[in-house]
């Protein structure tokens, strides 16, 4: 038997105080149980509503790329400056502390590499696994225009629906063959695709013209993906403009951990997403804190 309650009549039931009912603070998330609401402010800061998450999945199609040769030596100092990591199970299980406290967005889709054609991927993961894990939420590549269309499409709403049973979300992930055109039209097609069959936040490129355009027309989170090593002034300047046309975060790797000093550039790229820091300013604080002592800062 408990024990009886003997404060009744100091309780205090703030009968003046309407039950709160607090919007979930990201973009199409509002219906989303509230396990799925959990995994995403692992990868999302509550606070700005945005993310800064750090990908280092190359090496499941492209084997050990510059910059990731040893994720455990190079990475692992960078873990404490972003938000969520975009990784596969193979480098999570070998070569991340399972200290790390923040979201893991796991790579769910794989299978052929560099040397084939690309877009003939399958699922690569079982929730069962990704559960086991702990991780915030699954990436799957998408493939609109692509060979393997259909085939990314499908694997895509599979890992939504087995998602949606254990309340991970899914990342889709739209990949742009080497000659397909990389414009407005393209990517609202590509992300709205995405969105409509389920997928509950979206890795698209930034461009020039019409980017705010795609996300007004994705009624989920769009993350900026960073894409090949520019100078990191070019790059801040992209992740501000991205942000400021309306996304929810950028998922950046070789343009962090390619540059000369990543902890230093991961920090400049926080202070443009999270705070809207001007691109110039960003490139300052980089330099400054490139020329501090400490590690590859
Ligand atoms: C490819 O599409 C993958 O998502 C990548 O392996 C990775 O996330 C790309 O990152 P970044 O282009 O910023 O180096």
Redesign the pocket.
């Known amino acids: 038997m408990p024990e009886a309650d003997h404060g009744k009549d100091a309780k205090d039931f703030h009968l003046d105080i309407p039950a709160q009912n607090r919007p979930f603070f990201l973009k199409g998330a509002g219906a989303l149980d509230w396990g799925m609401q959990n995994r995403f402010a692992r990868i999302f800061d509550p606070g700005s509503g945005h993310t800064v998450m750090l990908?280092i999945?190359?090496g499941?199609?492209q084997g050990p790329t510059t910059g990731l040769e040893r994720v455990d030596v190079n990475i692992v100092p960078l873990l404490p400056h972003c938000d969520a990591l975009?990784v596969t199970r193979g480098i999570l299980r070998t070569s991340i502390p399972p200290a790390f406290g923040r979201g893991v967005v796991l790579r769910a889709s794989g299978g052929p590499t560099v040397l084939k054609e690309l877009s003939n991927e399958e699922i690569a993961v079982d929730i069962e696994d990704a559960c086991r894990l702990n991780v915030a939420a699954l990436?799957v590549?998408v493939f609109v225009g692509g060979e393997g269309e259909t085939a990314s499409v499908h694997n895509m709403t599979r890992l939504v629906d087995a998602g949606l049973r254990h309340g991970v979300p899914v990342l889709a992930?739209t990949?742009v063959g080497k000659d397909m055109v990389r414009d407005a039209k393209y990517f609202r097609l590509a992300c709205r695709v995405c969105a409509e069959l389920g997928a509950q936040f979206v890795?698209t490129y930034y461009i020039a013209e019409g980017f705010d355009t795609v996300v007004a027309s994705c009624p989920v989170p769009i993350i900026m993906?960073?894409?090949?090593k520019q100078p990191e002034l070019d790059a801040l300047t992209m992740a501000y403009n991205a942000i400021d046309q309306g996304a929810a975060g950028v998922?950046?790797?070789?343009?962090i951990f390619q540059s000369d000093a990543p902890i230093a550039m991961l920090q400049a790229v926080r202070k443009v997403v999270h705070e809207k820091m001007k691109p110039r300013e960003a490139h300052e604080l980089y330099v400054s804190l490139k020329k501090r002592p400490g590690p590859r800062t």
Request: glycine share 16%.
């Open positions: 990908a999945d190359h499941y199609f975009m990436a590549q992930v990949a890795k993906a960073g894409g090949k998922d950046m790797g070789r343009n």
